[in-house]
């Protein structure tokens, strides 16, 4: 994909920008939880956050920022929770899941999220982008699909061939992860312990939210050892608890989404577009003493990351220090 990139000297837009993620996350159409809510034409200093409102798009036109890109849905979009459904079942059935069986469960808990749903004020902030028209992309289950799939293959890869896994040594794995390293909020385990045997790894990260207890169930009969999850409320880690069948790792959640969230940015870098971080992105830099073991290529890597100017790595550093 990299090779066919060309600098644009006149930025990219708003769609441009979105496209560039739907390509990497292997999405043909734009998912209900995301979209360009305000177009822009020649966008090239871009503001990117997990949680962008108002506020985030007054200080964007201060500073000087041609469009803000919102992790967490600001979009206006009903259908949304089929993301929930359709990502649950397709998973589900990967792993030898009827269909027809998962459907029932999944359908149960998107009627319980409905009511949220329902009620939200979603206007809000797109409303405020359009008074302002500041360019405004709401990108959420393109990065988490991105995010999901990194932390997948990376696990799958680190334990290939190796059948005694502990969960201990997923959540030590993880922190391998730059994003997970960097992270005021480790991962940890919420069910199980560190001595656990992990069996199947399932990660679990791009179905719009957690699915519920019930549907997690489902993943530990259909094989699933241990589940990493973004998040998971304290209601369900009980009942996962009874339910005595598998282990749950919350990787974290901001952490997770940077994950996804950094991988695009790379690759809009490479279209000339200049990406500040702020409101929860964390840095995917390695901190130097974790870095100082690595390859010759990956010490390049890391150099020629310097080298770019650091603006993200400063500005993830500023805003980590005002936390
Ligand atoms: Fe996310
Ligand atoms: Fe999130």
């Known amino acids: 994909m990299s090779k066919q990139v060309t600098k644009s000297k006149d930025g990219l837009s708003a769609s441009g920008l979105l496209d560039i993620a739907?390509?990497?996350?292997?999405?043909?159409?734009?998912?209900?939880?995301?979209?360009v809510i305000v177009e822009g034409q020649n966008i090239k200093k871009v503001l990117f956050g997990v949680d962008m409102d108002t506020p985030e798009?007054?200080?964007?036109?201060?500073?000087?920022?041609d469009c803000v890109i919102s992790h967490h849905?600001?979009?206006?979009?009903?259908?949304?929770?089929?993301?929930?459904?359709?990502?649950?079942i397709n998973k589900l059935y990967?792993?030898?899941?009827p269909k027809n069986r998962s459907q029932k469960l999944v359908q149960a808990r998107r009627a319980e999220l409905s009511y949220n749903e329902h009620v939200a004020n979603s206007r809000r902030?797109?409303?405020?982008a359009k008074l302002l028209n500041m360019p405004f992309i709401s990108l959420h289950n393109p990065t988490d699909l991105i995010a999901e799939r990194v932390v997948q293959e990376f696990l799958d890869s680190k334990f290939k061939g190796n059948d005694s896994v502990k969960v201990g040594d997923i959540v030590d794995a993880l922190e391998e992860i730059a994003e997970y390293?960097?992270?005021?909020?480790?991962?940890v385990i919420r069910v199980g312990s560190k001595e656990s045997y992990a069996g199947k790894i399932v990660v679990n990260m791009a179905g719009l939210t957690g699915p519920g207890h019930k549907v997690l169930e489902e993943y530990f009969k259909a094989g699933a050892g241990t589940l990493v999850l973004m998040h998971i409320p304290e209601a369900d880690v009980k009942k996962v608890q009874e339910q005595n069948i598998g282990n749950v790792v919350v990787?974290?959640?901001t952490s997770s989404d940077s994950v996804g969230i950094?991988?695009?940015?790379?690759?809009?870098?490479?279209?000339?577009?200049?990406?500040?971080?702020?409101?929860?992105?964390v840095s995917d830099i390695m901190p130097k003493e974790e870095a100082g073991e690595k390859s010759d290529k990956a010490k390049a890597e890391t150099k020629g990351e310097k080298a770019k100017g650091d603006t993200k790595g400063e500005k993830a550093k500023a805003e980590k220090s005002k936390k």
């Open 22 to 35: 739907l390509k990497m996350a292997g999405l043909e159409e734009t998912p209900p939880d995301s979209g």
């Open 57 to 65: 798009l007054l200080l964007a036109r201060e500073l000087g920022f």
């Open 73 to 88: 849905p600001r979009v206006t979009n009903t259908k949304m929770l089929s993301i929930l459904e359709e990502a649950n």
């Open 94 to 97: 990967a792993l030898g899941v």
């Open 125 to 128: 902030s797109e409303s405020a």
């Open 181 to 187: 390293k960097n992270s005021e909020r480790k991962p």
């Open 251 to 253: 990787a974290g959640h």
């Open 262 to 281: 950094n991988k695009v940015i790379r690759e809009w870098e490479k279209h000339g577009i200049e990406v500040t971080v702020m409101s929860g992105v």
